[in-house]
């Protein structure tokens, strides 16, 4: 089966960079993405990564190492209104033919 | 250049009776996912449809679970003889392939007393 795993919350400071890691479990790989999750309201497609390297987006960046089996979002120039959840999401083949979640990283972030 | 809906946003309902669940996924999009999501929790996966057909049911919880998608556009999620426990926001989701990037819905709060 799949499983995704990263850490449950992470704290920095407005202006700083943060990172938030990901390994993932699953038969085959399709891809690995990353949604934002302010509370109260619905995830928010972040970044997508099917090769192995990083995709840069303005302040987010997402790398994948599929060797590894591991990605990681960082997130630059923080401001306050990144503080969210952040989920990594696997899909993969055959019998893991679909897309699930991890958990969530709740993102802390200090004035 | 509507998104995706879902109605009703919030549901009340007494244990053991029965819900739907509406999923209105954006034109065009031919895979359908639908999931549950807990406080604190990441969104679990249910099922999903490509076009019509499940492709994937194998998130269902139990056989009181059950999803149609009859003409590949609107899904509708039901849920027989209502658990406390399957209080939570039910999410769906649209993609126009596979892989690539979901667009959610606002999500349906169910609230099973």
């Known amino acids: 089966g799949q499983s995704l795993e990263q850490p449950s919350e992470v704290t920095a400071v407005e202006g700083a960079i943060v990172q938030i890691n990901c390994t993932y479990q699953?038969?085959?790989?399709?891809?690995l993405s990353w949604y934002q999750q302010h509370d109260g309201g619905a995830p928010t497609f972040l970044s997508y990564n099917a090769l192995d390297g990083l995709e840069e987006t303005g302040r987010f960046s997402s790398f994948l190492s599929r060797s590894d089996s591991y990605g990681y979002l960082l997130l630059q120039e923080l401001q306050m209104k990144d503080s969210a959840s952040y989920f990594c999401?696997?899909?993969?083949?055959?019998?893991?033919?679909?897309?699930?979640f991890g958990k969530g990283t709740r993102l802390h972030i200090l004035p | 250049g509507a998104g995706v809906s879902q109605t009703p946003s919030n549901k009340v309902t007494e244990k053991g009776k029965y819900v739907e669940l509406r999923c209105d996924p954006i034109?065009?999009?031919?895979?359908l996912y639908w999931y549950r999501q807990s406080l604190g929790q990441g969104p679990e996966f249910l099922i999903y449809f490509q076009g019509t057909g499940a492709a994937d049911d194998s998130g269902l919880p139990n056989d009181r679970f059950f999803a149609v998608r009859p003409e590949g556009s609107v899904s509708t999620l039901k849920i027989q003889r209502t658990e406390r426990g399957d209080s939570a926001v039910y999410l769906c989701?649209?993609?126009?392939?596979?892989?690539?990037?979901?667009?959610f819905g606002p999500g349906t709060r169910l609230t099973v007393l």
């Open positions: 699953t038969s085959g790989f399709y891809g």
């Open positions: 034109s065009g999009h031919t895979a």
């Open positions: 999401a696997v899909r993969g083949e055959g019998r893991d033919d679909k897309i699930i």
């Open positions: 989701a649209s993609s126009a392939a596979l892989a690539g990037e979901q667009f």
